[in-house]
């Protein structure tokens, strides 16, 4: 935030001062956060069930990036950004999960005793984005602690229901 803060003569096509800030934050959070996301998929290839793990939480991020895509869309578009200007930065900000799956994949396929220890860093990294970021955004917008507090638990229980219907479904197989 300070180095845009510095740099006001930056700009994105007619986008400049605090727009511009407030854009490029969004889209260097976006893309920080895609570069845990990255090792977290390549971790999870990792493993004697790493084929398995690896596409369902490739998968689940591919859905997850849908959101995140149309957060950038949704503060590019009103500033009358081009479709596709803003279609590119939308992917841009997802580009750090493939270059960091592959080293992660790397380091923990050389690694595998240490596995553990990176399906640990992607949990958390994962587990930090959802906390930092995604709760503490809804209680900024909602001003509700018990709002926020009574959705975010209906969705753990949801999202705890539904591996569990995964994990009991994949035992019967």
């Known amino acids: 935030k300070r180095f845009l803060e510095q ?39 990792g493993g004697e069930n790493g084929g398995e793990l690896g596409v369902f939480i490739s998968a689940s991020l591919a859905v997850h990036n849908v959101p995140e895509g149309l957060a950038v869309a949704v503060a590019l578009l009103p500033q009358r950004v081009h479709l596709l200007t803003a279609a590119l930065w939308c992917i841009g900000t997802s580009i750090p999960q493939p270059l960091m799956a592959v080293p992660a994949f790397i380091f923990v396929h050389y690694f595998i005793p240490i596995l553990p220890v990176g399906l640990g860093f992607a949990g958390g990294a994962m587990a930090w984005v959802a906390i930092f970021e995604l709760l503490s955004e809804a209680f900024e917008d909602t001003k509700s602690t018990t709002t926020t507090g009574v959705i975010s638990s209906i969705s753990l229980l949801v999202m705890l229901w539904l591996q569990n219907s995964i994990d009991d479904a994949t035992h019967i197989v």
Not at 10 to 16: E, S, T, V
Not at 33 to 45: A, N, P, W
Request: glycine share 12%.
């Open 7 to 45: 740099h006001e003569e930056y700009h994105i096509g007619d986008l400049a001062g605090a727009d511009f800030r407030r854009i490029m934050l969004i889209i260097f959070v976006m893309t920080l956060h895609s570069f845990s996301e990255g090792v977290g998929i390549g971790v999870s290839f």
